[in-house]
């Protein structure tokens, strides 16, 4: 059974700093591609930023120079190192972890969401 388990969110000063974790089960980790999601009360979810199997990283303009995204395939998890914290980015955070199938395709899974609240 698949599972992501997301962590290390909380409240912040704006300026602050907070590292994510997301932690997979029951997957062949380094096979896979994840992403760190955000959505914001109101606003549909976005995605932050995402790393390939091979470790080729992007990001969302927004977090760009703030957020390092990294994995340790040895643990079979992923982090998310967010610096420079500004209000805008009080969200739940989700993990998203897409699965390759083969010839079958992605299948993706989701976290259960880890809560980061800049105040001013």
């Known amino acids: 059974q698949v599972k992501l388990v997301e962590s290390g969110g909380g409240l912040v000063q704006a300026g602050g700093s907070l590292r994510l974790s997301c932690a997979a089960s029951?997957?062949?980790?380094?096979?896979?591609?994840m992403y760190w999601h955000r959505q914001a009360p109101g606003k549909q979810r976005e995605l932050v930023a995402g790393i390939t199997s091979g470790g080729t990283t992007n990001y969302a303009d927004a977090v760009k120079g703030r957020f390092t995204i990294s994995r340790d395939n040895a643990k079979d998890t992923m982090y998310l190192q967010m610096n420079s914290l500004k209000p805008e980015d009080t969200a739940v955070y989700y993990c998203?972890?897409?699965?390759?199938?083969?010839?079958?395709?992605?299948?993706?899974?989701w976290g259960q969401g880890t809560q980061v609240t800049v105040s001013s």
């Open positions: 029951g997957t062949i980790f380094d096979r896979n591609a």
């Open positions: 998203l972890m897409q699965e390759p199938q083969g010839r079958w395709g992605i299948l993706d899974y």
